[in-house]
């Protein structure tokens, strides 16, 4: 999986300004207007593909692009309106790419049938509720490096790498906990908000 919001090495102040003030008009009306009846749909092929993988044991391939093509409009939108990202999202769900927002999820071959109902039945019980009581209180660290990075780009027009990452790594955790809940993945979200390789890099 790749989820990553590319860090710029510089930020425009009129841009953090307008969207301060002015965010919600014209960014977050009409791409969570239109949002909203996509994820309506999203919610639909998800109950679809229960049952698809219930008896398959394989989440319907096209019903699976069209999640992922969800969850990257979703991401594109709130790299803008956190101030992670400059620049104008781009509406719809069949956008090529935007080259400061990556979301790549891999297709499953097969899933779990015995995961599918584990998850379905007891999956707030064991993956929502402990991850979102920890992620809380990361969410609240991310809030208060936003509030500062706020004026940090608007006298400086720099982000603080360090800042950026966390909290790109803060919505990235969330994303994996996501994923699973949706029946996207049989991987179980580990309690971290780093970045595929950097896991990878820590168990080797």
């Known amino acids: 999986m790749t989820f990553n919001i590319q860090h710029q090495e510089k930020y425009s102040r009129g841009e953090l300004l307008l969207r301060t003030f002015f965010g919600w008009l014209y960014i977050g009306i009409?791409?969570?207007?239109?949002?909203?009846?996509?994820?309506?749909?999203?919610?639909?092929?998800?109950?679809?593909?229960?049952?698809?993988?219930?008896?398959?044991?394989?989440?319907p391939q096209s019903f699976y692009e069209f999640q992922v093509k969800y969850l990257r409009w979703y991401t594109r939108v709130y790299a803008r309106l956190w101030n992670l990202s400059d620049g104008y999202p781009a509406f719809g769900t069949s956008v090529p790419s935007d080259e400061k927002v990556q979301v790549e999820v891999p297709y499953p071959e097969k899933l779990s049938r015995g995961i599918l109902i584990l998850k379905v039945l007891f999956g707030w019980l064991?993956?929502?509720l402990p991850h979102v009581i920890i992620w809380y209180f990361r969410m609240l660290a991310s809030f208060f490096l936003m509030f500062f990075a706020w004026f940090v780009v608007l006298f400086t027009g720099n982000y603080p790498a360090n800042w950026h990452r966390f909290n790109v790594g803060t919505f990235r955790w969330m994303f994996r906990v996501n994923l699973y809940l949706y029946l996207m993945t049989d991987e179980y979200p580990?309690?971290?908000?780093?970045?595929?390789?950097?896991?990878?890099?820590?168990?080797?």
């Not at 908000?193 to 168990?203: A, I, P, R």
Request: proline fraction near 4%.
């Open 30 to 59: 009409p791409h969570g207007f239109l949002l909203m009846f996509v994820g309506i749909w999203s919610s639909i092929l998800t109950f679809i593909s229960f049952w698809v993988i219930l008896f398959t044991g394989r989440y």
């Open 126 to 128: 064991y993956c929502a």
């Open 190 to 204: 580990p309690f971290s908000g780093k970045s595929e390789e950097e896991l990878n890099s820590t168990v080797s």
